[in-house]
């Protein structure tokens, strides 16, 4: 018998934990056909894997890919990482349902996340099912899970930027979306609950959709209401949202502990999860290894500021009286609401990325340090008048997090990991600002920092967090594991140069080490370069 792909003298660390051991590895059509200490059968291509680590495909838990994938459909900076499948639709956004009510609102939305003088494409889907078969007729190169998120579909059938709660007829039509979300294959539905519009929505509102999800055996994702100063009450409230609906799982977004004040909160915070799963709740989380958020700068201001969308809060910005209510709410105390501009400070807020040419020189500086740059002398102006001259499109780096939580949370059984990043490259249209290090580094830094260098993981812990874990949890039962009869998906590494050379000042850069990734049993990345194979599939639930 003659193989496509025979992967020899590797060292395989197979994604359930246990110690790596020597085998060879056969590949067939695209998936693992045999395992064994030595094959001796032939192959169209031999690679010698011999010094090498072989594992199961990273499996980013938390992923925005799906807002790149219009733009630049080989995310290279996933890839280039280790990454061979990708949850997407987070935090509440997806690109899909689209109605014809909430077109124009969603079309706003939507064109705001094209990269600087790129025309956004246009929207030629409505339905989930068509986004998804969009997204296949385009190709990508790994594999994408998808979640529906609770935003558009607040904007296609309910009350979309108003604070209110919808009416019985919006709230059967927000539930008919979901319904048809999960029909076209969604693994579940995500919230954003610090984002507008999902900020107005109640818990009740949540559950009575996450219901729906239940029926299809879907899973609920969050960014949970608060991650600083109302951490624990937003824990809770996630729990009884998953409680209450009856749905068989919930993960919680980028677990963390934001601002100087909350350090040490996640003692708390990882016990109310693993309280939830002894009582018979499957309630886990991811996380990225970083100290720094990323976000939009618009998520800096109170959510009264943000109804009706961001025409209405460029507005509200252009009025004194309202900057002065504002800047008030902005650096006061807050369990309603995830005060960021508050737990962080000005020295701790970072820009990422600018829409206009006069902005590109700070880009990299924090606002602490642009606001004695222009000369003014109230950080909470110079967001205010870097959101009006941008129009609102201004992303954000938050130094926010504390060490002791960050290795507290990634300890726990229940932490898988998430980049929380999307497809970016050093050049071309994607190479455009200082975009957070983990769209780079994510997961070689895991193994770097906190396997070779901490001791915090083992090899083998850390491996089985960004691979099985989440496979299992997701219901990827043909991934995840390197294993006779799985797709081959497949990382090969060199455990003593790998490295993340992605940092806050210099971020468009790959990480080093990572040898070879195939997807679905086809090279994306070889001898340490990228090609331009698309073999990657929309995963349906």
Known sequence: MSYDILIQNGTIVDGTGNLGFKSDIAIKDGKIVQLQYEIKETADVVIDALGLLVSPGFIDMHSHSDVGIPYDNRLQSIVSQGITTSVVGQCGYSLAPVSEKGFETFKRDFDMGAPPGVKPPEITWRSFK??????????????????????????????????????????????????????AGAFGISTGLIYSPQVYSKTDEVIELVKVVKEYNGLYFSHIRNEGTGLLGAVREFIEIVEKSGVRGGQIAHFKCSGKGNWGKSVESVKLVEE?????????????????????????????????????????????????????????????YDNLNKEAGSYNVYISDVKVDEWKDVEGKNVGEITEIKGKTDPCDTIFDMLLENEGEVGITIRSMG??????????????????????????????????????????????????EEGLLTLEEAIRKMTSLSAQKLGLFDRGLIREGMWADITIFDYERIYDKATYEEPHQFSEGIEYVLVNGEFVLEKGKLNERLPGKVLRR
């Open 130 to 183: 068509e986004y998804l078969e969009d997204v296949e007729r385009k190709k990508i190169s790994s594999n994408i899970v998808p979640l529906v998120g609770f935003g558009p579909i607040r904007i296609a059938g309910g009350p979309s930027y108003e604070n209110r709660e919808p009416t019985e007829e919006e709230l059967q039509e927000m539930k008919e979306l979901t319904k048809e979300a999960m029909e």
């Open 276 to 336: 939830a799963n002894a009582r018979g709740l499957d309630i886990t989380c991811d996380q990225y290894p970083y100290n720094r958020s990323a976000t939009s700068m618009s998520a800096l201001l109170p959510p009264w500021a943000l109804e009706g969308g961001i025409d209405e809060t460029l507005k509200r910005l252009s009025s004194e009286e309202i900057r002065a209510k504002i800047k008030t709410d902005m650096v006061s105390e807050s369990e309603e």
């Open 403 to 452: 060490e002791e939580d960050i290795n507290r949370i990634m300890k726990s059984k229940y932490t898988s990991i998430g980049c929380d990043g999307w497809g970016v490259a050093p050049d071309g249209i994607m190479g455009y600002g200082k975009p957070h290090p983990r769209f780079y580094g994510t997961f070689p830094r895991i193994i770097r920092k906190y396997v070779k």
